[in-house]
């Protein structure tokens, strides 16, 4: 755990890389993204060996292989999804006012995102991150350690290689990797299930036919109350 702001911009840039899709661009840039991470040495020697270790692998096994793997762990569970307000907000409403917050942040100082980029992508984050001045970038990190904290959990769960990428990513805030409880994750099947005809909603959270349905009711405004709108 670092007691002040590392300066890791390199850093930080390869720990996005790593966390975007593996195709054939990433792998032919592995020798300069190890060369990166050795030359800034802003984490811990034994976690640089562990990332420079996992960038040779993806580089040299199977693309197939890798591709697939990579697409099995991030895009198919949710406790390792690299969305972050989908560990906070799920499907939920509040996760469109969210993601335009975020971007404007980004927008703010400058960094613009490409055509059908999420802004809460933890590359994108990370990218975002890299940005910033020393300590900026550390707090900036801090404020997301818990949803990081249980992507790395999830990871270590299913012993992937990628834990230590999140490892890195909260050791550059100032944190430190520990694992914390999760709740297990459902079947694959089970979270892709359609729901049944007029079977109700099939979102997390919600209750399934023939058991109570939550109803909100929200007072009517008349136009002569105060706040009402024409």
Aim: glycine share 6%; with cysteine.
């Amino acid at each position: 755990m670092f007691n002040k702001p590392t300066h890791s911009p390199l850093s930080l840039r390869v720990l996005a890389a790593l966390l975007r899709y593996p195709d054939a661009e990433f792998r032919a840039a592995v020798p300069e993204l190890q060369q990166a991470l050795r030359a800034e040495a802003a984490l811990p020697g034994a976690r640089i060996d562990e990332l420079c270790a996992l960038l040779q692998r993806l580089q040299q096994a199977d693309p197939f292989t890798v591709e697939a793997e990579f697409v099995d762990l991030f895009d198919r569970g949710r406790g390792t999804a690299l969305h972050l307000f989908e560990h906070v907000h799920g499907d939920s409403r509040e996760r469109g006012p969210a993601m335009v917050d975020l971007q404007q942040t980004y927008e703010r100082a400058g960094l613009y995102l490409a055509p059908g980029e999420l802004p809460d992508h933890l590359a994108v984050v990370l990218e975002f991150a890299s940005t910033q001045p020393s300590r900026e970038a550390r707090d900036f990190l801090a404020e997301i350690a818990h949803i990081n904290r249980a992507i790395f959990s999830a990871l270590q769960r299913r012993q992937s290689p990628y834990a230590s990428v999140l490892a890195a990513v909260l050791e550059l805030a100032g944190e430190a990797a520990e694992r914390v409880d999760i709740p297990p994750e459902p079947e694959l099947d089970e979270a892709w299930a359609e729901p049944e005809a007029f079977g109700g909603c099939s979102s997390a959270g919600q209750s399934r036919p023939e058991q109570p349905q939550p109803i909100h009711i929200v007072r009517k405004q008349s136009a002569h109350q105060p706040g009402a709108q024409a």
